[in-house]
C-alpha cells in the first residue's frame, strides 16, 4: 500500500510506480526493464515519465508529446 516503507537494493531506493489498471502485465514489465537499464546509466525517472510511457502504450500520447513533456518537467526544475 502507499504507506509501505520504499524498498531497497544496493543502498539505493526503488522507486515504487503506480500503473493504470489498464495497463497490460506486458507492459508494466517492459517499463520497468527500461527504468531499471536507465537507473544503470545513473538517470532518475519520475513517475510522471513512467505514466507518459504508460500512455504512449495505451495510443494516449505521441512520442513526441511524451519527449514535450519531459522537457517542460525538466524546465520546471524536476527529474525526467
Known amino acids: 500500500g502507499p504507506n509501505q516503507p520504499p524498498l531497497t537494493g544496493n543502498g539505493k531506493e526503488i522507486m515504487k510506480y503506480e500503473f493504470l489498471p489498464e495497463t497490460t502485465e506486458e507492459t508494466k ?24 510511457m504508460e500512455l504512449m502504450d495505451l ?7 511524451a519527449v514535450d513533456r519531459v522537457i517542460q518537467r525538466v524546465i520546471g526544475g524536476g527529474k525526467s
Open 59 to 65: 495510443g494516449r500520447l505521441t512520442c513526441d508529446e
Open 29 to 52: 514489465s517492459s517499463i520497468m526493464n527500461t527504468v531499471g537499464s536507465w537507473r544503470l546509466e545513473g538517470l532518475e525517472v519520475s513517475p510522471e515519465t513512467v505514466r507518459d
